[in-house]
C-alpha cells in the first residue's frame, strides 16, 4: 500500500509538471491550428535564461520568472511576425517544417553558447524531503505544484475573461469575421503564439529548478508535450491537465510495478490507441475542415 | 550535377594539401571522445587530462624531436560517429595513433577500423571485458575492466559494508549493463541475494520512481553503475526522498564534477574507482598539483585515463624510434610506465595491469581512500 | 519527365566516374554516405512529395532494415544478398501494418503519430536485449566475400559500386513508379484531395501503396548501411537521420526525382566539411531549413524545373 501511495503520489505531481509544460503547445494549437515543433527548444531557452539570471547574475527567483516569462513572450511574438506569418496561407507543412528548423537551430545554438552540461534554476525552496505519512514528497515540488496551477488557472482566466482573450477566441472561431470586426488578427496570432512561448519558458524555468536546465533535452520535452497533447485533445485547457495526469500516473505505476526499461513507451502506446480511437483526444472538439 | 561536385573537389583538395605540409612537422596522435551527449562531462575532462600530457611532453622537446599533436573528435559516445570519427582521423589527419572512443561499444566499432588500417589504438576507459577478448593486436586497454573491478572489491564491500540484499542500477548501455552483471555475479557468489535490478536511460531526469521501487525492496545496499550527469541527479533525489540505503558506485563517482553537483547527497557514498586525486601514489601528487592550477579543479578518474593514453603513447613511439605502426604497436607490448594511479604494463590481450584501483568514501567532498587493490596480470 | 530522366543518367554517369577521379579511401567513403543517403532521401521524398504527408517517424523503416540485415547475418549467418534482400522486404511489411494505422490520419496528426511508432521501435530496439542486445547494438556484421578480397581502396570501391547499384535501382523503382498510373493518381491524391476521391481515386489505398514502396526503399538504404558499418544500434531511429532526411529532401526539392540526389550530395559533403564546426553544424542546418522553407519552398531542383519549363520550348511534364 505504501509502494501504492508513493507512487500516486510521484504520479501525480509529474503529472502536474507535464500538463504544464504542455499548456503552451496546446493553446498554439487550439487557437493558431499551429503545431510548434520548437515547443521544447523554447522550454530549454526558459531553462537556460532561467538558470544563467538565477545562478550566475543571483536575481531573485520570482523575479527571474518574471523576467523569463517576458522575454520569451517577446521572443515568440517576434518568431511569430517574422517568421510563421510569412507561411501562415500557405498550409499545415511549411509551418511544421518552420518549426522544426527552428527546433534544430535554438538546440544548437544553445549547445554552442552553453555547452552540454546540466545545470540548475537556484530555487529558495528547500528540497528536504517531506514526510505525510509513508509518502515522501520535497517542499520545493510541492511549492512548485503551487505555482504551476497559480499559472494554469492565469491563463485560463486570460482567455476567457479579457479582451485579449475574446480577440484570440474569435480569431480561432474564425479569422475572416474578426478581422472584420475589426480585430488586428496578425497582432492577435503573435500574441498567442507569445504565450505559448512564455508558458513554455515559464515550464522550463520552473521545472529548471528541480530537474535540469539543459540545452539538449529538448526532444524529450516536445515528445511528452505532444503525448499530453494528443490525450487530452489539442487546444483544449482541461485536456491538458488531465492528459498530464493520465501521462504522469501511468507511467509512474508502470515503471513502479513493472520495469523501467519501457516506461517511456506507455506515452507512445497511449497516444497511438488514442490517435485510433478518438483522434481528438478526450476533450477534443473541433471538426475535420475541408 | 557536375556543377555541384566540382566545389567539393577544391575544398578536399585544399584539406589534403595542408595536411601534407604540416605532417612534417609534428607527430599527430587523434583522440575520439563524447564532446557532446550525456557523457560529455566524462569525455571533455579525458581531454583536459590529455591535453596536460601533451604539453607537458612538447615541453620538454616533443618526441623523436618532434612537437606533438592531438588532433580531437567528438565521438557522441556513439559507435556510428565514432567510426567516422576515426576513419577521418586516420584518413585526413594522418595520425600515427588513436586514444578512444570511452564508451566501449564506440571503442568496439572503431577497432576493426584500426585493425584494417592497421595503426594503434588505446583507451584508458573502455571497461567492457570483451573488448581484449576479441584477438585485436592493435587494442591496448589502459584501465581496468568490470570484471577485474568487481572481483577487487566485491569481497570488501561484503565484508565491511555488510551487504547482503543488493539492489542494482544501471545505466541502460554497456557500461551499465556489463558493470551490474559483473558486481551481481561476484556478490552473489558470496552469498548476497539480489532484491532489484533496473536500468535507466541516458538522460533520465526523474528517479521517483526507480527510488520509490528501491525503498520497497528492502535493500541493505544499492550499486550503481552510473556516470556524472545521470549519477549525480540520483544521488540528489535519494536525498530528497530521505533514503538512507548504502550506496556505491562505479563510474565517474569520484570526479570532482560529480561531488560538486551532488553536494551534500555525496555524504558516505562509497565508489570503486581506478583513479581518485587523494591516491598518495608518487607522481600523483605533481598530476593532481599541475591539473588544477591549469583547470581550477582536482582531476578525475577521466582526467588520469586521458593523461595516461597521451603518455603511454608517447613513451612508446619514443621507445619505438620511429612511428612505423608495427614498430609502435611493438614497443606498446612493452610499455613500463609509471603514472599517477600506479604501474602500467601490457599482456600479450592488450590489457593493462600493475595499476591500483581505490575504494573510496566521500567524506565532506573528498574522496577518502577506504582500501586499495592493485589489479593483477 | 525527360529532362528529370536526363538529369538522372548524368548523376548516374558521374557517380560511375567518380572513383577515376578521387581513388582513394576517404573520398569512397563519402561516395558510399552519398549513395546511402540518396536512397534514404528519395524514399522520404516519396512519402512527402507524392503523398503529401510528412512521416517524421520515418527512420523507423531504416532502422527496421538495418536491423534486419544485421540480424539475418549475424544471428542466422545468411550471406550478404539474402540479408539486404530480406531488409527491404521485411521494412515493407512494417510500413504496412504503420501504414495501415497511420494513414487514417492527417497533418499534424500524422506527424506525431509516425513519429510515435519511430520512438516505439527504437525503446524496442533499446530494451529487448535478447534480440537486439540493446544499446550494445549489434556489432561485427560479416562483410561479404567481396568485400574482404583486395587491399582496402579495392574494399571500398566495391562498396561504393554495390551503393551505386542500389541507389540507382530505388531510384528506378521511384520513377517507374511516379510515371506509372498509380503515381500519378497519388499526386492528384496530393494536389487535392477530394476532387482525386471523386473520380474514384482511393487516397488510403494509393497513400499505403506509396509508404510501403517507401518503406522498402527505406530498409534497403539500412540494410546497406548496417552492412558498410558494419554495427547498428538503436540510434538508426534516432532523430539525426530524420534531420538529414529533411534537409536532402527540402533543399534538394520535394516531388522531384532529382531533388534527393542533389540534397544527398548537398547535405553529406557539408555534414563531413563541417565536421570541424560540430556545433556549428546542426545550426546552420537549422537555418538552411529555416531559409529553404521561407524563400525556397520547392528546393534546388523544384526551381531549377520551374525555371526550365518557363523556357519556350516543347512540353517538359512535372512531377
Given at each position: 500500500m505504501d509502494l501504492f501511495l508513493q507512487l500516486l503520489a510521484n504520479g501525480l505531481v509529474i503529472g502536474t509538471f507535464y500538463a504544464l509544460s504542455a499548456l503552451g503547445l496546446t493553446l498554439v494549437f487550439g487557437l493558431m491550428?499551429?503545431?510548434?515543433?520548437a515547443h521544447g527548444e523554447l522550454y530549454v531557452v526558459g531553462g537556460l535564461l532561467g538558470w544563467s539570471l538565477t545562478?550566475?547574475?543571483?536575481?531573485n527567483f520570482f523575479l527571474t520568472l518574471a523576467v523569463v516569462i517576458f522575454s520569451l513572450a517577446v521572443g515568440g511574438y517576434l518568431i511569430d511576425r517574422l517568421l510563421m506569418a510569412r507561411v501562415?496561407?500557405?498550409?499545415e507543412e511549411p509551418t511544421i517544417l518552420l518549426t522544426i528548423g527552428l527546433s534544430i537551430f535554438l538546440t544548437n545554438t544553445a549547445l554552442l553558447i552553453v555547452g552540454t552540461a546540466p545545470e540548475r534554476v537556484v530555487s529558495?525552496?528547500?528540497n528536504k524531503p517531506l514526510f505525510f505519512g509513508p509518502v515522501v514528497i520535497t517542499q520545493s515540488r510541492l511549492v512548485l505544484v503551487a505555482i504551476s496551477a497559480a499559472l494554469i488557472l492565469a491563463v485560463h482566466l486570460l482567455i476567457q475573461r479579457t479582451t485579449l482573450g475574446r480577440s484570440m477566441r474569435a480569431t480561432f472561431q474564425d479569422s475572416m469575421a474578426a478581422q472584420l470586426s475589426g480585430i488586428r488578427t496578425a497582432q492577435v496570432y503573435g500574441f498567442t503564439f507569445a504565450l505559448g512561448a512564455a508558458l513554455a519558458g515559464a515550464a522550463g524555468m520552473l521545472l529548471g529548478s528541480i530537474y535540469v536546465a539543459q540545452a539538449t533535452i529538448g526532444d524529450v520535452v516536445s515528445l511528452k508535450a505532444f503525448v499530453v497533447v494528443i490525450l487530452g485533445g489539442m487546444g483544449s485547457f482541461a485536456g491538458a491537465i488531465v492528459g498530464g495526469l493520465i501521462l504522469g500516473i501511468s507511467e509512474a505505476f508502470w515503471g513502479g510495478?513493472?520495469?523501467?526499461?519501457?516506461?517511456?513507451a506507455i506515452g507512445f502506446g497511449l497516444v497511438i490507441a488514442m490517435l485510433l480511437?478518438?483522434?481528438?483526444?478526450?476533450f477534443g472538439k473541433h471538426a475535420e475542415r475541408a | 550535377m557536375s556543377i555541384v561536385k566540382s566545389w567539393p573537389v577544391g575544398v578536399l583538395g585544399l584539406a589534403l594539401a595542408s595536411v601534407g605540409v604540416h605532417a612534417q612537422e609534428t607527430i599527430k596522435i587523434g583522440v575520439i571522445q563524447?564532446?557532446?551527449?550525456?557523457v560529455a562531462y566524462n569525455g571533455t575532462t579525458d581531454v583536459n587530462g590529455s591535453k596536460l600530457a601533451l604539453d607537458e611532453i612538447n615541453a620538454k622537446g616533443g618526441v623523436l624531436g618532434k612537437k606533438v599533436e592531438l588532433v580531437i573528435e567528438d565521438g557522441q559516445c556513439r559507435p556510428a560517429n565514432s567510426v567516422s570519427a576515426a576513419e577521418k582521423l586516420i584518413q585526413?589527419?594522418?595520425?600515427?595513433a588513436i586514444s578512444g572512443a570511452f564508451c566501449s561499444s564506440s571503442t568496439l566499432a572503431v577497432m576493426p577500423v584500426v585493425a584494417n588500417y592497421k595503426l594503434p589504438l588505446i583507451t584508458?576507459?573502455?571497461?567492457?571485458?570483451e573488448l581484449t577478448e576479441?584477438?585485436?593486436?592493435?587494442f591496448f586497454r589502459a584501465t581496468e575492466t568490470d570484471a577485474l573491478l568487481a572481483k577487487a572489491f566485491s569481497k570488501i564491500l561484503y565484508d565491511?559494508?555488510?551487504?547482503?540484499k543488493v539492489a542494482y542500477i544501471g545505466v541502460n548501455d554497456d557500461f551499465g549493463r556489463g558493470g551490474v552483471a559483473e558486481f551481481e555475479k561476484q556478490m552473489t557468489a558470496l552469498g548476497a541475494t539480489t532484491v532489484m535490478k533496473e536500468y535507466f536511460e541516458h538522460?533520465?531526469?526523474?528517479?521517483y520512481t526507480l527510488l520509490t521501487k528501491l525503498k520497497s525492496s528492502g535493500a541493505d545496499g544499492v550499486f550503481v553503475a552510473a556516470e556524472t550527469q545521470d549519477g549525480s541527479i540520483l544521488v540528489k533525489q535519494k536525498a530528497e526522498l530521505g533514503l538512507t540505503t548504502k550506496m556505491f558506485g562505479v563510474?565517474?563517482?569520484?570526479?570532482p564534477d560529480f561531488i560538486k553537483l551532488t553536494g551534500e547527497a555525496s555524504e558516505g557514498i562509497y565508489a570503486a574507482v581506478p583513479?581518485?586525486?587523494?591516491?598518495?601514489?608518487?607522481k600523483n601528487k605533481a598530476f593532481v598539483t599541475a591539473y588544477s592550477a591549469r583547470y581550477n579543479e582536482a582531476p578525475g578518474k577521466y582526467s588520469a585515463a586521458g593523461y595516461n593514453a597521451i603518455n603511454i603513447l608517447a613513451e612508446a613511439i619514443a621507445r619505438a624510434g620511429s612511428t612505423d605502426p608495427e614498430k609502435l604497436r611493438d614497443a606498446l607490448g612493452r610499455t613500463d610506465y609509471e603514472g599517477p594511479n600506479g604501474h602500467f604494463q601490457f599482456d600479450s590481450k592488450g590489457q593493462a595491469s600493475g595499476f591500483s584501483v581505490v575504494l573510496v568514501q566521500l567524506l565532506k567532498g573528498v574522496p577518502t581512500v577506504a582500501a586499495t587493490s592493485t589489479i593483477e596480470r | 519527365m525527360i529532362f528529370e530522366r536526363n538529369c538522372l543518367w548524368g548523376s548516374l554517369a558521374a557517380a560511375l566516374l567518380a572513383p577515376l577521379l578521387f581513388p582513394n579511401q576517404y573520398a569512397l567513403h563519402i561516395g558510399v554516405l552519398i549513395m546511402f543517403s540518396v536512397m534514404l532521401a528519395t524514399s522520404f521524398n516519396l512519402i512527402?512529395?507524392?503523398?503529401?504527408?510528412?512521416?517524421?517517424?520515418?527512420t523507423a523503416f531504416l532502422g527496421v532494415g538495418a536491423y534486419t540485415a544485421a540480424l539475418f547475418s549475424s544471428?542466422?549467418?545468411?550471406p550478404f544478398h539474402v540479408a539486404v534482400l530480406a531488409a527491404p522486404l521485411v521494412a515493407a511489411l512494417f510500413g504496412l501494418v504503420i501504414g495501415a494505422i497511420t494513414l487514417r490520419l492527417r497533418g499534424p496528426f500524422f506527424v506525431i503519430v509516425t513519429l510515435c511508432f519511430a520512438e516505439v521501435l527504437r525503446l524496442i530496439a533499446n530494451n529487448w536485449i535478447d534480440l537486439t542486445?540493446?544499446?550494445?547494438?549489434?556489432?561485427?556484421?560479416e562483410k561479404p566475400v567481396w568485400a574482404t578480397a583486395g587491399d582496402a581502396l579495392q574494399q571500398k570501391m566495391a562498396y561504393y559500386y554495390v551503393g551505386v547499384l542500389l541507389a540507382s535501382l530505388s531510384l528506378f523503382v521511384a520513377y517507374r513508379f511516379v510515371y506509372s498510373n498509380i503515381g500519378r493518381a497519388a499526386i492528384a491524391v496530393r494536389e487535392n484531395r477530394f476532387v482525386a476521391q471523386s473520380i474514384g481515386i482511393s487516397p488510403f489505398y494509393l497513400g499505403l501503396v506509396t509508404f510501403v514502396l517507401a518503406a522498402g526503399i527505406a530498409g534497403l538504404a539500412g540494410g546497406f548501411y548496417a552492412n558498410y558499418v558494419s554495427f547498428v544500434g538503436p540510434?538508426?531511429?534516432?532523430f539525426s537521420f530524420m534531420i538529414s532526411m529533411i534537409i536532402m529532401v527540402l533543399a534538394g526539392g520535394?516531388?522531384?526525382?532529382?531533388g534527393p540526389v542533389v540534397g544527398a550530395v548537398i547535405v553529406v559533403l557539408l555534414e563531413e566539411y563541417l565536421r570541424d564546426f560540430k556545433e556549428l553544424r546542426f545550426s546552420i542546418f537549422g537555418l538552411i531549413v529555416m531559409a529553404v522553407v521561407l524563400?525556397?519552398?520547392?528546393?534546388i531542383m523544384g526551381f531549377i524545373a520551374r525555371r526550365h519549363e518557363s523556357y519556350p520550348r516543347g512540353a517538359t511534364g512535372d512531377a
Open positions: 491550428r499551429v503545431v510548434n515543433f545562478d550566475l547574475v543571483g536575481l501562415r496561407g500557405q498550409g529558495p525552496f528547500a510495478y513493472m520495469s523501467s526499461g519501457y516506461v517511456d480511437v478518438r483522434p481528438y483526444g478526450l | 563524447p564532446l557532446t551527449g550525456s585526413r589527419d594522418k595520425v600515427v584508458g576507459v573502455s571497461s567492457s571485458a576479441k584477438g585485436n593486436p592493435w565491511q559494508l555488510k551487504l547482503r538522460g533520465t531526469s526523474d528517479f563510474g565517474s563517482w569520484a570526479t583513479y581518485a586525486s587523494t591516491m598518495t601514489t608518487p | 512527402i512529395g507524392y503523398v503529401g504527408e510528412f512521416p517524421l517517424g520515418h544471428r542466422l549467418a545468411m542486445n540493446g544499446p550494445m547494438g549489434i556489432s561485427g556484421i540510434e538508426v531511429f534516432g520535394k516531388g522531384t526525382l532529382v524563400f525556397l519552398p520547392r528546393g
